[in-house]
Nanobody, 125 residues
Framework: QVQLAESGGGLVQAGGSLRLSCAASGRTFSGYASGWFRQAPGKEREFVAA????????NYADSVKGRFTISRDTVKRTVYLQMDTLKAEDTAVYYC??????????????????WGQGTQVSVTS
């Protein structure tokens, strides 16, 4: 089992930046691909970004490409989502997820076995 805990959310003005963290506990986190998803009120949970077990492969939703950066620190067992040039439409609850799988990380929610509780990101225009 892997337990995930997100942090770093908050209120920011449009154009600003936030960095989300996802800390893992339980079984070794180095053997899991990781992803970030988000869910806005009244909408489906959607893919944001993902990173492979090695960190060599990353994948981004078109809506955040060039603005968000996902990274991982295996020693600290933490995955980060650096969010720059934030827009009002980025407002959502952001969830961290993990999957015990190799290869290119998936954009599908069903591929991920473990989920955090979420952290709120609110961007004012």
């Amino acid at each position: 089992q892997v337990q995930l805990a997100e942090s770093g959310g908050g209120l920011v003005q449009a154009g600003g930046s936030l960095r989300l963290s996802c800390a893992a506990s339980g079984r070794t986190f180095s053997g899991y691909a990781s992803g970030w998803f988000r869910q806005a009120p009244g909408k489906e949970r959607e893919f944001v970004a993902a990173i492979s077990i090695s960190g060599a492969i990353t994948n981004y939703a078109d809506s955040v490409k060039g603005r968000f950066t996902i990274s991982r620190d295996t020693v600290k067992r933490t995955v980060y989502l650096q969010m720059d040039t934030l827009k009002a439409e980025d407002t959502a609850v952001y969830y961290c997820a993990a999957a015990p799988s190799y290869g290119t990380p998936s954009t599908s929610r069903t591929w991920y076995a473990y989920w955090g509780q979420g952290t709120q990101v609110s961007v004012t225009s």
